[in-house]
């Protein structure tokens, strides 16, 4: 299904289940699909919304808008499309940020009942010891983001399988995880990507931790003491956070789904 935001730009989003809902944000590059050994057992207890970010997977293409409080706003605006209400908002890898600047932003209007942040950085170019993101020599390792954006541009299957394989804990994907997330990778134009790429390493939402009032549930890969001090950093910075920790590489909702499911139901039944 689509729905049109105020600037003209399509976003596809999957719907499922009935009950309180639970809205999934995908991560950069990503697609709504990457939920799919959540959605089936999820809503058996919540209706289990998905989206394509714009540019993203099977929303348009279009080239305006790429930025995080956009992208957040097209959140505001699916939620007001479908009349959602008692929300729990999860966002994975870049999609953190998402979720913080919704709450910036839109926080006021009261209907989220609860976060999820997976595996992510509020603040990507920032020198800071519990900052795990690649980029944040320095404050800011421009050259680093730069070569990237060559590489990608200049062989997108290449760089999409290397994503892929790093992503995935070692000894637990398959040639057929690496070849599906490859080609959910490749949905999304290299322009595009390093659009929102370049201004999602340019935000910074630590200031806005403090202010969250909502029980925030945060994952972690286990095992992983950058990702983990990240983790921990931004579970102390909100009033009502919990840490949980999962035995995973950057996609515990995918390559622990069971685990994962039965966390989140947990976490939401118990509010």
Same mark, same amino acid.
């Given at each position: 299904? %689509?729905?049109?935001?105020?600037?003209?730009?399509?976003?596809? $989003?999957?719907?499922?289940?009935?009950?309180?809902?639970?809205?999934?944000?995908?991560?950069?590059?990503?697609?709504?699909?990457?939920?799919?050994?959540?959605?089936?057992?999820?809503?058996?207890? %919540?209706?289990?919304?998905? &989206?394509?970010?714009?540019?993203?997977?099977?929303?348009?293409?279009?080239?305006?808008?790429?930025?995080?409080?956009?992208?957040?706003?097209?959140?505001?605006?699916? %939620?007001?499309?479908?009349?959602?209400?008692?929300?729990?908002?999860?966002?994975?890898?870049?999609?953190?940020? @998402? @979720?913080?600047?919704?709450?910036?932003?839109?926080?006021?209007?009261?209907?989220? =009942?609860? &976060?999820?942040?997976?595996?992510?950085?509020?603040?990507?170019?920032?020198?800071?010891?519990?900052?795990?993101?690649? +980029?944040?020599?320095?404050?800011?390792? @421009?050259?680093? +983001?730069?070569?990237?954006?060559?590489?990608?541009?200049?062989?997108?299957?290449? %760089?999409?399988?290397?994503?892929?394989?790093?992503?995935?804990?070692?000894?637990?994907?398959?040639?057929?995880?690496?070849?599906?997330?490859?080609?959910?990778?490749?949905?999304?134009?290299?322009?595009?990507?390093?659009?929102?790429?370049?201004?999602?390493?340019?935000?910074?939402?630590?200031?806005?931790?403090?202010?969250?009032?909502?029980?925030?549930?945060?994952?972690?890969? =286990?095992?992983?003491?950058?990702?983990?001090?990240?983790?921990? $950093?931004?579970?102390?910075? @909100?009033?009502?956070?919990?840490?949980?920790? &999962?035995?995973?590489?950057?996609?515990?909702? $995918?390559?622990?789904? =069971?685990?994962?499911?039965?966390?989140?139901?947990?976490?939401?039944?118990?509010?």
């Amino acid at each position: 299904m %689509f729905f049109k935001t105020d600037d003209d730009a399509f976003l596809y $989003y999957q719907d499922a289940g009935e009950g309180n809902p639970i809205v999934f944000l995908h991560g950069w590059s990503c697609t709504c699909d990457f939920w799919k050994r959540n959605i089936k057992r999820l809503s058996e207890e %919540f209706r289990v919304i998905t &989206i394509d970010f714009r540019g993203h997977g099977a929303s348009s293409k279009v080239l305006h808008g790429h930025t995080i409080p956009r992208y957040a706003r097209d959140i505001k605006q699916l %939620f007001e499309y479908l009349n959602l209400n008692n929300i729990t908002l999860i966002g994975w890898s870049m999609a953190v940020t @998402v @979720v913080l600047s919704y709450y910036e932003q839109y926080s006021e209007d009261g209907i989220l =009942k609860s &976060i999820g942040l997976i595996d992510g950085t509020p603040a990507p170019f920032l020198d800071e010891e519990w900052n795990y993101h690649r +980029m944040k020599k320095n404050g800011g390792d @421009v050259f680093k +983001m730069n070569k990237e954006i060559v590489d990608y541009v200049d062989n997108p299957r290449y %760089f999409a399988a290397g994503k892929a394989m790093g992503w995935l804990k070692e000894g637990m994907s398959t040639k057929e995880d690496i070849e599906w997330i490859t080609n959910e990778i490749l949905k999304t134009p290299p322009w595009i990507s390093y659009a929102i790429f370049t201004d999602f390493l340019h935000r910074d939402y630590t200031s806005v931790l403090n202010s969250i009032e909502l029980p925030v549930i945060v994952f972690c890969p =286990k095992n992983r003491q950058d990702r983990y001090l990240t983790g921990k $950093y931004i579970a102390d910075k @909100v009033s009502k956070g919990r840490l949980v920790e &999962i035995d995973s590489g950057h996609l515990p909702f $995918y390559e622990k789904p =069971k685990e994962f499911n039965e966390i989140l139901i947990s976490f939401i039944k118990s509010l």
